[in-house]
């Protein structure tokens, strides 16, 4: 069997370009792989494609800080120098932020994903009339799948359960907050950046959240033909 | 940097597709304000999917923006639902890359591809805040300037327009930039920058034109209103393609556009003559790119922009001679590289099978004939030199290669035709369909059955085509047309193998009053767009009604563009253009079609039609006896 190796690339998506969509990104990251010239492994038949896998889709109009795809290769070139390929050959607004090897039979990355963490800001003159600071607490009851929320730098840090088994999105949780006030969140009232995407570690009920890239290893370069592939 | 955009959040959370309207794409060129002294905002007035996909735009970006001290940016027809809020929200119309107002640029290019966009271009300079008529405008508005296709008879949109630039765009915007910058410095005013464009060749400035009409509503003069303005305008050409710019860094777009790969062209021109082709005349002469030009160009530009397709282009790109050794470069390179090639409509014939067989899943693509007329007699009527035995044999390799679909492209509705060729449409589709079952045995019928889809369109009428003289159907003709072919296929043995499509009939209507319209038929768009026409060439948003008002409104009866014959001494608001290829050609053509009578391509006999006074080309290649 062919050895193949799979790397999982992490990168964060800011200012205009929060304004293209999931499959926008996709096709961004196709051609950007090209362009960078990364030895990428395609299926066969008569329209090859790349084998490529995003975590979790981002809502359009949300920045993030910690997005994730997996990409098989047939060499690769070390960590540094991929994340430094695929930012030369890039556009502002996508940047890589980090490359690892992910050890063989590691689950892909949407398969993945357990939970997702985010700041929530309220656009300015959008805030609900009552304070919504102080009764922060009583949000962790309101929707199953809040591991954590809080106050940080004045705006609200939420953990939420993120992926197949379930996915709770933080508009969601504002919307039951502010329902439990008497009131509704005004148009695009919230400002939301995804800051990290987790998978669990743990096992049942003992959840261990970690980055998404925790499983990889940072790697010089690598040929299939190295014994130490995800060794 | 980022450019900060045009659009609040609110409203580009609020609309279909934002990437649309945020620029910063892959290869999209950023300039330093600083360095720049003429900024150009280049326009395709159509949706951003539509526009991307045009080559001739990103030829001209790359090749404004490899000029020192101008930047060239890209200007789209906002979709309907972001028109609406600018214009409540009273935002002005902006290019993609700065984000700045278009009233901030130099000069606001159109490019104008087909009529039926006329509307959008009335959208572009409203949404602008530029006033629609050019002498309404201050010295301080950007310069119009159109080009494109539309340019060759641009009188019903003229006086919308500061200037048109009449043919290929890389020959003479250098020096219509640098009068441009001189008269800016001398202060010479809008008025006479406009006065000297007028002596640059190629260049048309319609104010310095009057029209006037006799009693029977022809025109009866087309004059310059001052000494020095050039009674004609020569189209311009570029004579070596190989040596002209391209572009190796086209823009990569994030949303998926019509057009989502490399386009490689091959060459200009055709040499085929058909007769109701426009394209086929003013592009003469036939020009090609040397294939290692191609070759270097294709490599580069997937480099460039990590695009997964390449496809050529070209109006007939069999006729390349060097073809078959470009593809088979391509074929060789693109299977290593994992790229796809999309291949234009190509003759079909062994060799054209053979590329295709290499690059398509046969099962899943579909083979593609546009026979154009049923008969043989109307196709010799237009020249179309493709016979039935050319198609049959062609469909019948085409089945023995695995290929069960088949595409055929008619028009109906072209000069002198008869019931017999309307019939003819259903028989040909039959032959095929017939064919198939003959040559393939039930077992090895892929799908079952063949599929065979017939679409005819109507013809209209063009300029500097041999029919620019003819009648043009009426609405009801054009339909019971398409009700006889539907009757008549539904009366063949195959007919449960023959799907017939047919294209709308207001449309084609309306397309031939504006391809052969006259300055008359402003008013009408205008009022039209104030009715709120606009996307007319979206069948969605096409409202015949409120056009047919406009046209009742300004006293004007479409008929007199369409369906009334001209006669050959008749001045044609198009006259004062001259595309090289003359006026004396096209009458002898249409003379030919009327006896139903063909005249060889270019490369086997030269036809004398004009295009050889640009020096080079196809006209001054060596002829083949046995070319067809």
Known sequence: ??????????????????????????????????????????????????????????????????????????????????????????????????????????????????????????????????????????????????????????????????GSAGNLKPSAVMEAYLAAHGETLKENALLITREETYLDLGTGENRQLAPLDAVGKICGALSNQDGEIGS | MMSKLALPDDILLKVEKPARYIGGEVNAVIKNKAEVDVRIAFCFPDVYEIGMSHLGMQILYDMFNRMDGVWCERVYSPWVDLDALMRKEKIPLFALESQDNILDFDLLAITIQYEMCYTNILQILDLSGIPFFAKERGEDMPIVIGGGPCTYNPEPVAEFFDLFYIGEGETRYGELIALYRRCREEHTGRKEFLRR?????????????????????????????????????????????????????????????????????????????????????????????????????????????????????????????????????????????????????????????????????????????????????????????????????????????????????????????????????????????????????????????????ASTSFFVPKPFTPFQWASQCTKEEFLDKAYATKRAIQAQLNQKSIKYNWHEADTSVLEGVLARGDRRIAEVLLKVYKKGAVYDAWSEYFDNEKWMEAFAECGIDPAFYTSRERGTEEILPWDFIDCGVSKAFLKREWEKALRGETTSNCRKECQGCGAARFGGGICYEKRDEDSD
């Not at chain 2, 390179?333 to 090639?341: A, E, S």
């Open chain 1, 1 to 162: 069997m062919k050895n193949v190796m799979k790397i999982r690339i992490k990168f964060r998506k800011y200012g205009n370009l929060k304004f293209i969509g999931h499959l926008d990104v996709q096709r961004y990251f196709q051609k950007t792989v090209r362009r960078a010239g990364i030895d990428v492994a395609y299926t066969t038949g008569f329209s090859p494609h790349q084998i490529m896998s995003f975590a979790a889709p981002l809502g359009l109009g949300q920045e993030s800080n910690g997005e994730y795809l997996d990409l098989e290769v047939n060499s690769f070139a070390g960590s540094a120098e991929t994340a430094d390929a695929l930012n030369k050959c890039g556009v502002e607004g996508i940047e890589v932020l980090s490359v690892s090897v992910l050890p063989p039979g590691a689950k892909n990355a949407m398969a993945s994903v357990a939970a997702a963490s985010y700041t929530v800001r309220f656009r300015e003159g959008r805030e609900p009339d009552f304070d919504w600071r102080r009764h922060l607490e009583e949000c962790g009851s309101l929707k199953d799948g809040i591991y954590e929320l809080r106050l940080e730098k004045n705006a609200l840090y939420m953990l939420l359960k993120t």
């Open chain 2, 197 to 453: 464009a007028a002596g640059i060749p190629g260049i048309y400035v319609p104010s310095f034109y009057q029209t006037s009409y006799g009693e029977d509503g022809t025109i009866s003069a087309f004059t310059p209103v001052e000494e020095g303005i050039p009674a004609t305008v020569l189209k311009e050409v570029e004579m070596d393609l190989s040596d002209a710019p391209y572009p190796l860094k086209p823009l990569v777009p994030f949303m998926r556009v019509t057009q989502d790969r490399v386009v490689l062209e091959i060459m200009r021109g055709c040499m085929r003559g058909c007769r109701f082709c426009q394209a086929g005349q003013i592009y003469r002469p036939v020009r090609e790119r040397d294939a290692d030009v191609l070759k270097q160009y294709a490599l580069e530009a997937l480099k460039n922009t990590g695009q997964e397709e390449i496809s050529l282009s070209s109006l007939s790109s069999s006729d390349h001679t060097a073809l078959p050794e470009l593809l088979n470069f391509l074929i060789e390179d693109c299977r290593k590289k994992h790229v796809n090639i999309s291949l234009p409509s190509l003759r079909i014939d062994a060799f054209s099978l053979d590329v295709m067989s290499k690059v398509q899943d046969v099962k899943k693509t579909s083979l593609t004939f546009a026979p154009e007329a049923g008969s043989q007699r109307l196709r010799d009527v237009i020249n179309k030199g493709l016979t039935e035995e050319d198609i049959l044999h062609g469909a019948s390799l085409a089945f023995l290669g695995g290929w069960t679909r088949v595409k055929l492209y008619f028009m109906l509705g072209l000069p002198t035709e008869t019931e017999e060729d309307i019939r003819g449409i259903a028989e040909l589709s039959n032959k095929i369909a017939a064919a198939f079952y003959e040559l393939v045995p039930k077992e090895k019928r892929t799908n079952g059955r063949v599929q065979i889809v």
